[in-house]
Every structure is written in C-alpha cells, then in structure tokens.
C-alpha cells in the first residue's frame, strides 16, 4: 500500500525542505517522490544534510514542469491546504485520509498523490481543483502553516498508521488455544473450594467473590496454559490446607 503513495511538492524554494521531506518520507515507508517545477537545486549541500541518509530518495526524484503530469497515473489526487478557499472542497482529516487508504489503494493500478504547494504561498486555487478533495492539518487558527516536511510527515506517519493496521495480526494468535468453557468451569469450581478450605471465602456470605473472580478471568481470556498453571496453584495451596489434598482436588475427574 505504501508503495502506491506519491508525495508531490510543488514550486519547492528551499532545497532543505526537499531533504526533509525526503527524511520523513523515508521515515513512514514511502519512496515516490515527484517534484513539480521546483524553484531551486533539489540536490545541495543543504537537502542533502536535511535528509539525514534519505537523499536517495531525492536523487530518485521525479522533476516534471506541471502538476498534471506528476499525477496522471493517480487515481486519488489529495491537496493538503493550510488555509480554507473560497470555493468549498471536499474536506477530509489526515486520519480520515488514512483509514480511506486501504479501500483506495486496493488495486494493483490504484495510486495517490498527495499534493503540497509552495513555502510562501501555498497550492493556487487552480491546482486546489485539480484535487479530488483537499487535507486540512488541524492546527492554531491563528498560526496554521506547517513547514513543508513537517505536513508531510504528518500525512505520512497517518498513511503509515492505516498500513501498519491492516497488518495487525488477530488478537487471539493460532497456537495458544484459549481455555474453553468446560476448562473455565471446572477451574472456578476448583477455585471455590480453594478459597473456601483456605477461608478466603464465606459461602454464607458470597459478597459476589466468585462473580468478581468470573469477570475478571473471563475479561482476560486465558489460554489453557495459563489456566493449567492457575490450576497447578490451587492444586499446591490444597495439599497445604489440613484435611484437603489430591484426592478431594481430583474428585470430580477434572
Ligand atoms: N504560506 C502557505 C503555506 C505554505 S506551507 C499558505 O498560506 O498557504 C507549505 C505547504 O505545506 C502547504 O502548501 C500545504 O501543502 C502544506 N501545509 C502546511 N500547513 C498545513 C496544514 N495545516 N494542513 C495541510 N497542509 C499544510
């Protein structure tokens, strides 16, 4: 998925800039970066140093004249605005970009560009309905323009974190078998007589203990080890309570 994201700066003036966009992208996982029309050497001194080990990713650079040709392959095009336009646009948040991005980017041809404009004045209005919808930073009202690399890693890092969900492995990972509800019984029944031989618990007077303990062991979804081992405690704190043992622990064939 990440493979399928273009960052794309245009009218760029300070090549440090590019080197920290370079850095950041590299950073989050994305390697496709065009340059539209830059007004300065995207490869210096200062890029190069700004990009902290990232400057292949601006020798490997795209330099194209117009927006159009650096996203004509895309088939999302988003402009990450820092101010609100006259003409309403679709508006959508970095985090509402991210968890769009899976669906967006399912198919092998599908692409995104994300578009950012100039230092000084930004994307015109012009490239602004070039896009499908525009990404507003949330940020001051009253001082809301990020520096260039910054709003990219910004967009970056959300793009990055609607990836690395989709590769979340499920929560209850195949190996460990979880307890089931036979094993969870038999070992709240042993668990009872336990506290009970012990003294902890007063049947007499419940005080809902075993509902406590019920929720709070459910809450965990043991595996079977793990309960093996809960019950290999119990089984230990029998044989020390007189009048209790192996015998009585065992007697229900459990
Ligand atoms: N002074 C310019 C902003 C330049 S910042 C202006 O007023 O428009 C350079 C680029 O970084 C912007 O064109 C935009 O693409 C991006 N950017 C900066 N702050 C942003 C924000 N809060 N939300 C989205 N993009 C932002």
Redesign the pocket.
């Known amino acids: 998925m990440l493979d399928r994201i273009r960052i794309v700066l245009i009218g760029t003036s300070h090549p440090g800039n590019i080197g920290g966009v370079a850095r950041a992208m590299h950073n989050m996982g994305l390697a496709d970066l065009a340059l539209v029309a830059p007004r300065c050497v995207p490869v210096t001194a200062d890029s190069v140093s700004r990009a902290s080990g990232a400057d292949h990713l601006v020798n490997a650079a795209r330099v194209v004249e117009t927006l159009e040709e650096a996203v004509a392959d895309c088939t999302l095009v988003v402009?990450?605005?820092?101010?609100s336009r006259t003409l309403p646009w679709p508006m959508i948040t970095p985090r509402e970009l991210g968890v769009r991005l899976p669906k967006e980017l399912a198919g092998e041809a599908a692409r995104l560009a994300l578009?950012?404009?100039?230092?000084?004045?930004?994307?015109t209005n012009a490239e602004l309905q070039r896009c499908h919808a525009h990404?507003?930073?949330p940020?001051n009202p009253d001082f809301?323009?990020?520096?260039?690399a910054a709003?990219v890693q910004v967009l970056a890092y959300e793009c990055r974190l609607a990836w690395l969900a989709g590769q979340e492995t499920p929560d209850e990972e195949p190996g460990q078998p979880l307890a089931t509800h036979e094993e969870l019984e038999h070992y709240f029944a042993h668990l009872e007589r336990t506290l009970i031989a012990i003294g902890f618990h007063d049947p007499a007077m419940p005080r809902q203990l075993m509902a406590r303990l019920r929720r709070f062991t459910l809450r965990a979804r043991p595996e079977r080890m793990e309960l093996n081992i809960l019950r290999g405690i119990l089984s230990e704190t029998d044989k020390r309570v007189p009048g209790q043992g192996d015998d009585k622990d065992h007697r229900h064939g459990e």
């Open positions: 402009g990450a605005s820092a101010r578009v950012f404009g100039r230092e000084d004045s930004g994307l990404v507003h930073i940020t809301s323009s990020l520096n260039l709003a």
